[in-house]
């Protein structure tokens, strides 16, 4: 059985860095501002999908964004 996980969210740091608004980046991902801003915070439950167009957007692999902290290996 799997322990619960963390799992740490690297967005905003790797917004700051591509000098990309919240604004900008929900503009090149598609969804609402709002959405990214929950996403940075760890309050949104994202989907595969939106991490994928989050990462492309931002020009990185989506495990430079997440990475699962605790649980099994």
Do not use: C, P
């Not at 917004?15 to 919240?22: D, E, G, M, T, V």
């Not at 598609?30 to 989050?54: C, F, M, P, Y």
Request: charged content about 30%; overall charge positive; glycine content about 4%.
């Amino acid at each position: 059985m799997m322990k619960n996980v963390n799992i740490k969210n690297f967005v905003e740091e790797v917004r700051k860095s591509a000098n990309l608004s919240q604004e900008q980046l929900a503009v090149e991902t598609d969804v609402h501002w709002k959405t990214i801003r929950s996403v940075e915070q760890g309050k949104h439950k994202l989907s595969l999908e939106l991490a994928l167009r989050i990462a492309d957007a931002l020009e990185v692999s989506v495990d430079n964004l997440f990475k699962l902290e605790g649980g099994k290996r």
